[in-house]
């Protein structure tokens, strides 16, 4: 079995700034596209930021483009997400995905349990 665990989530003030980590472990082969989503209260769950697996390609939401940055470290299996700018309505709760495959050979979508980022004075 694979596992994505999220941490950094927490309360911040509005133009602050946070970094949200995902770490996959267990028995994984390779790990392939990555993303972070988030789900705001009464709202559907969006795509906020995606890297390739190299890490080379990278795709943002317009809400969030010259805020946030997405990167990975292979050699960790972890993704990251660098928000800065913070505004009110980024407060959700904050998943990260990954396409996996483990070992024996299988490929899964795999998702976080998510972190609450709350943006509020």
């Known amino acids: 079995q694979v596992q994505l665990v999220e941490s950094g989530g927490g309360l911040v003030q509005p133009g602050g700034s946070l970094r949200l980590s995902c770490a996959a472990s267990?028995?994984?082969?390779?790990?392939?596209?990555m993303g972070w989503y988030r789900q705001a209260p009464g709202k559907q769950r969006e795509l906020v930021a995606s890297?390739?697996?190299?890490?080379?390609?990278?795709n943002y939401a317009d809400s969030v483009k010259g805020r946030f940055t997405i990167s990975r470290d292979n050699g960790k299996n972890t993704v990251y997400l660098q928000m800065n700018s913070l505004r009110s309505e980024d407060t959700a709760v904050y998943y990260c995905?990954?396409?996996?495959?483990?070992?024996?050979?299988?490929?899964?979508?795999?998702w976080g349990q998510g972190t609450l980022v709350t943006v509020s004075s």
């Open positions: 995905k990954g396409s996996i495959t483990t070992i024996p050979y299988k490929t899964l979508e795999v």
């Open positions: 267990g028995s994984i082969f390779s790990i392939g596209v």
């Open positions: 890297i390739s697996s190299g890490g080379g390609i990278t």
